[in-house]
């Protein structure tokens, strides 16, 4: 009881639903995070697109920023440290041990892989939930941080918080991927479940952008840029393989996918959007397409907003893991996760 | 590469289909576990019911072993130590870390709680893969453990090795588990699935038995007590309860079932033996039934010998495992991953 608490200070880049909710999280867990790590932890900066940025070295009133109302919120009345002109000065003065990046999905992942590199090249262990700029500079961010001795860690990136790079990184040592296929995009899922039951394309898109589960641009859905760039990470992450989003051959779902998706239901079958890899003469093919499925195939089960990834391994032959009915409070716990594994192996 | 490596030495208690399985995965880790532990392993031990048992402080012959044919099999001409009398005796000159055991399932899981007592009161560790006895004396079983700063580990109980109690553990932090539910029997599955294609339910029995899937008892499949028991260590070690296996509400299958499965079938839908715990007034109920499930139910997906276990939470809202056709290699490699998880936290 009376040894010292360590002490670890946060900063956030991006402070939207999912770091918001992260918050909330982060709060409850203060307890849990004190008795299991002899942790204490304080938010000495908050950086933002929008609404300005907040730096303070003792610490940020995270629940009072919290409560503040979203119109015409703005961060920088909290803001109590050095002069910052940039996104650049910010994470050189936040003060953080671990910097949480949850800005929005641009397909070539910048800025936010620039501001990735200046937070691990200044020695911050970096999370985030921004797929963008992982498949893009995978490879070069990781080694980065091993250079660095910090952690990158993206948990958040695919399956929101269902635990995949922790799943194979902590349960299952020393295991070969030989392939993997599954579905990892909410809203083409959503769409092709909602077809299958007489709704129309638009009334189903419609339906998803209006609970913000759809991508501002919902064309990143649509045509399957999503599942192509958490696909991308997969290979990169977990089979050691190369391909980028654009090198993932790709097929999209439209309107037209509305006839095939009922002629399927007739034969008593299913389409779903299907993400795979695998390995052909030394390289890793990653496919993303809709595919006709016997209606008893595991992914014909998956409905709605679930996402499946199935796991052929070397050690345990077929392992999937399945996440039910996604949200928000998901992606910030994939961040929490992703926080927790670093504490335990800071390297 | 001059670094010196750690030794550690490895005893087995039984060492049928599933000792064997681990003892090949293991020498095929061994590269893999010098490069990530600096460890080096030797087998000091191993005894059996009805092939003698053998120590040797210098390590036994284990590819040797593995290639002696199964006929009129004995390890005592390989033992190479002191005088033992009883499994008691091996247990404390055995000379080793870590105690793995494997022998079978009995009820009452004895003698092998007794056992794993006295290896953990020697200050082995114990990684098992024995259901009843951790059912049966869980508490004591960990208390002993955490008493002498050893762990007590039993992945392989429920879903082979397939990741559940290293799931939670290590991927799941800081999370409640609020309800389970899934199919943890491959045996009945098995059974049900081929009676819902008009196989008949002793034909289907007939080949779990001879594939040596269904226990030694087929009853114990059969009357539900296999579900039942892995329910009861899912219920103590996940969610803190403390329903042993003959507090589970438990109902079997039978011939009987047939008719219901093929009605299930006619109406599209399908039965399954289900097994749940949920928590009600304080305590934690657990049950072991056939229930009718509609088509599209995650459950009703799950064929053949596959298992799946869907775990509601306070954080991650419904994440499910599912493994596909187990076979006692992914027993093995439960083994194989409660090793590494007590070579990264001895404690």
Tied chains: 1, 2.
Excluded at 47 to 65: F, W
Excluded at 69 to 94: E, M
Excluded at 204 to 227: C, F, N, T
Aim: glycine share 8%; proline share 4%.
């Amino acid at each position: 009881m009376a040894e010292e608490l360590q002490q670890t200070n946060i900063a956030l880049l991006g402070f939207g639903h999912v770091g918001r909710a992260f918050m909330r999280l982060l709060q409850h867990r203060r307890t849990w995070m004190r008795r299991e790590f002899g942790l204490e932890w304080k938010v000495t900066g908050i950086a933002t697109l929008n609404h300005g940025m907040a730096i303070d070295p003792n610490g940020l009133p995270v629940p009072k920023i919290l409560r503040a109302g979203k119109r015409d919120f703005s961060l920088d009345r909290y803001h109590n440290g050095p002069a910052c002109y940039s996104t650049t000065d910010f994470i050189r003065q936040c003060g953080a041990d671990v910097l949480f990046e949850t800005t929005v999905f641009a397909l070539d992942g910048e800025p936010s892989a620039t501001y990735m590199r200046e937070a691990l090249r200044a020695g911050l262990h970096v999370v985030t939930a921004n797929k963008a700029p992982v498949a893009a500079h995978f490879r070069q961010l990781t080694r980065l941080a091993r250079q660095r001795g910090v952690r990158f860690l993206y948990e958040a990136t695919v399956m929101d918080g269902a635990p995949v790079f922790n799943l194979v990184r902590q349960t299952l040592p020393a295991t070969r991927i030989r392939s993997l296929h599954g579905i990892l995009n909410s809203t083409t899922n959503y769409i092709l479940t909602q077809m299958e039951q007489g709704a129309s394309f638009d009334a189903a898109l419609r339906y998803v952008q209006k609970q913000g589960i759809a991508e501002a641009d919902p064309s990143l859905d649509i045509d399957g840029w999503d599942a192509a760039t958490k696909l991308s990470i997969l290979i990169q992450s977990l089979m050691g393989g190369a391909a980028k989003p654009e090198d993932i051959q790709r097929t999209g779902i439209s309107e037209d996918t509305g006839k095939l998706v009922r002629a399927a239901v007739r034969r008593d079958r299913r389409i779903r959007l299907v993400a795979r890899a695998y390995r052909k003469g030394g390289k890793i093919i990653g496919k993303v397409e809709p595919e006709d499925l016997e209606i008893f195939d595991p992914l014909a089960s998956i409905r709605g907003l679930s996402n499946i990834l199935i796991l052929n391994t070397d050690t345990m032959r077929e392992l999937a893991i399945v996440e039910n009915n996604p949200s928000v409070e998901q992606t910030a716990f994939a961040l929490f996760a992703d926080l927790v594994t670093l504490l335990r192996r800071p390297q």
